[in-house]
């Protein structure tokens, strides 16, 4: 995933772990389908706003509060 000009690497990383579940899920008989990647964006807001309530200076997210917002909120498909 290209994260562009914003230092969103936690996030993208974060997603890139719930889009390896779905494989693996997939491969283990538990799921059926794979829709699309997991969308980045909100797992950064959420980790930096929802969870980390504004309290990271600059740019990039802590890996803790990414798993924490997508254990409590879940995540979102990119749009194709």
Not at 15 to 33: M, S
Not at 38 to 43: L, M, R, S
Not at 47 to 55: E, H, P, Q
Request: net charge negative.
């Amino acid at each position: 995933t290209d994260q562009g000009n914003v230092g969103s690497c936690v996030a993208a990383a974060c997603a890139g772990l719930v889009d390896t579940l779905k494989a693996t899920e997939i491969a283990l008989g538990d799921r059926e389908l794979y829709v699309n990647e997991t969308a980045i964006e909100p797992i950064y807001y959420g980790a930096r706003v929802v969870i980390g309530k504004n309290s990271i200076r600059g740019d990039g997210a802590h890996v803790a509060y990414a798993m924490r917002y997508i254990n409590e909120y879940g995540t979102l498909l990119k749009k194709t």
